[in-house]
């Protein structure tokens, strides 16, 4: 039997609700046979997920990340640049902040890593659509086990997302739509040979100057219709 | 929709609801707060750290929103 490594701290406001969205994960990978290690509830050391990613071939972690940690508790990095040669051969599943970013790159790029799903920016939700937000962070794990490819799982995620907005736009709540909307935005899934690297700031530049020529472009183009008609 | 029409959307609902909360990572700010960002009252923030990482979130916010907006 496949064993999952589920890692969910818990030792903040943030942390009730993403460890309170892992019973559900865990639940799962339950159900899909999978034998489950699951840490969590508390505030978890490095030693002891060290110890326990050793035999696992998918390891979760649902709480705060950086952009080249996974935290276990307001002072310990559980995994990060120095130990994340700890994940080639698994695959790995993230409800946390940025840690796509950097740390997902590279396990995914120099470690060995098989596939990294995780957000490149901030994770936000909001208080008055949980179970919406909920439903995201959770959806890319279920699609995964339903048997579909990570690139697969990425979009099918990005199309429930578009679902969700629209019916809490619909419903008045525009924060949490927009909110929904970044977190969509950030979601990747690396696997080797799929790994886009971040934008430099001269790229940024370029993008930047293109937009201005367009909008200058448009203003004249306006100003021309006006002038004509 | 400008900048201005989206603030005004956020801003109306932030005020109607100020208890709610948003979680920027583990960071959380109330609509409230939310909406004193929108108004530009940014002297009623006395974190400096805070109100810097909720003014980025809130150029993000308005950003995604016309991407939602225009569906």
Known sequence: MATALVVAPKFDDAT????????????????????????????????????????????????HGSEDCHWGSRSAKIIDLNNDALLGGKEVYCMNCLSASKLGRDAVKNKGCLAYYGYTDIFAFSTDALDDFKTLANAGLKYRLLGYSWQQVVSMVKQLA???????YKAGKFIAASAMQHDADVL?????????????????????????IEWIRRIICEKRRSILS | MNDKKVKQLLLAEAKSKPNEKIYLGGVSFTYEELALILEGKVDSFSDEQRLRFLNDYVKKLIKSFKKVARR
């Open chain 1, 188 to 212: 990747v899934c690396w696997e080797l040979g799929n790994v886009s690297e971040p934008k430099s700031w001269i790229d940024e530049l370029i993008e930047a100057i293109k937009k201005f």
């Open chain 1, 162 to 168: 578009d679902v969700l907005i629209e019916k809490l």
């Open chain 1, 16 to 63: 009730e609700y993403s460890y309170e969205w892992s019973r559900e994960i865990v639940d799962w990978l339950k159900t899909a046979l999978y034998d489950v290690i699951d840490i969590g509830g508390r505030e978890v050391s490095r030693a002891e997920v060290e110890k326990a990613l050793e035999n696992v071939v998918l390891y979760v972690h649902y709480d």
